[in-house]
C-alpha cells in the first residue's frame, strides 16, 4: 500500500513538473513576441531645448488699506493712501496713465466672544488697489525694493510684488520646438548606433508644455510653468519623438 502511495506522488509531482514547464515556455515565447513587436515600430525618444529670456512687462499690484470707526473715516484714510502711492509711483519715473485704480471695498469687523457673533461693530475696514502696467521692468522692481519709504511714513500698503512676462514667447517655442527635436535624434542616434542600429524617418511627434521658469529653477510640471517673480528667466521646451530604426 505504501509502496502504490509513493508512486501516485512521484507521478503526480511529475505532471505537476511538465505544466509548469509548459506555461514557463508558453509565457517566454509571449514575452519575446512583445518584445519584437515594441521593436518593430522603432524607439522613442524625448528631446529638449532651452533659452534665456529677459521680461519685456510687468504687472504691479498694490493694496492700500484704512481702519476706521465708521465706513466714512475709513474711506477717506484710503484715499490719503492712494494720493500717496500715486504720488510715490509718478515721483519714480511711472506715468498716470499706466496706473489703474479698482474699486473700493469696505466691510464690518464683528466682534465674537467665545466664536459667537455679538452684534456690536468694532470698526471698519476699508482697501483700494493700484495696478502699474509698463514695460519699464527695471524701474518696477527698482520702485518695489523702495516700498518701504511708504510704510515708514504710516501708509498701510500691501506689496504684492511685480509680476513679470516675457512677450516673446510666441517666437521663442518654435525654434525652442525645431531644437528639441534635433536634440531626441541625437538621442535616438547615440542610443541605436550603440548597438549598431540606424535612425530612421520620424513616425510620430508630441509637443510636451513650456517651463518658464527662473534661471536655477529644476522644477517642471505637467501642465507647463510660468514664473512671474524674476526679470531673468529660462523658456524650456521638450519633444517626445517615435523614430523608425533598422
Known amino acids: 500500500m505504501d509502496e502504490m502511495i509513493e508512486k501516485r506522488k512521484a507521478t503526480t509531482i511529475l505532471i505537476a513538473a511538465v505544466i509548469v514547464s509548459l506555461a514557463m515556455g508558453l509565457g517566454l515565447a509571449q514575452v519575446g513576441s512583445g518584445f519584437a513587436s515594441r521593436s518593430s515600430d522603432g524607439i ?96 518696477v522692481s527698482k520702485l518695489s525694493q523702495n516700498i518701504g519709504t511708504l510704510l515708514q511714513a504710516g501708509i498701510n500698503v500691501s506689496n504684492y510684488g511685480p509680476q513679470y512676462y516675457v512677450s516673446t514667447l510666441s517666437k521663442i517655442r518654435p525654434e525652442l520646438l525645431k531644437e528639441a527635436t534635433k536634440d531626441a535624434k541625437s538621442r535616438a542616434e547615440a542610443m541605436t548606433e550603440a548597438v549598431g542600429g540606424k535612425v530612421g524617418a520620424i513616425t510620430s511627434v508630441k509637443a510636451g508644455p513650456i517651463q518658464v521658469t527662473t534661471p536655477d529653477s529644476t522644477m517642471t510640471s505637467d501642465m507647463g510653468l510660468y514664473d512671474t517673480s524674476s526679470i531673468d528667466k529660462t523658456v524650456t521646451a521638450t519633444v517626445t519623438v517615435t523614430f523608425k530604426t533598422s
Open 44 to 139: 522613442v525618444v524625448t528631446g529638449s531645448a532651452k533659452v534665456d529670456a529677459v521680461a519685456d512687462n510687468v504687472v504691479w499690484t498694490l493694496s492700500i488699506q484704512n481702519t476706521g470707526k465708521t465706513p466714512a473715516t475709513a474711506v477717506s484714510g484710503i484715499d490719503t493712501g492712494i494720493n500717496a502711492v500715486q504720488k510715490y509711483l509718478v515721483d519714480g519715473g511711472i506715468k498716470s496713465e499706466q496706473l489703474t485704480l479698482g474699486a473700493v471695498s469696505s466691510y464690518a469687523t464683528e466682534e465674537y466672544i467665545n466664536g459667537n457673533p455679538t452684534g456690536r461693530i468694532l470698526n471698519y475696514r476699508a482697501n483700494r488697489e493700484i495696478t502699474v502696467r509698463t514695460k519699464d521692468v527695471q524701474l
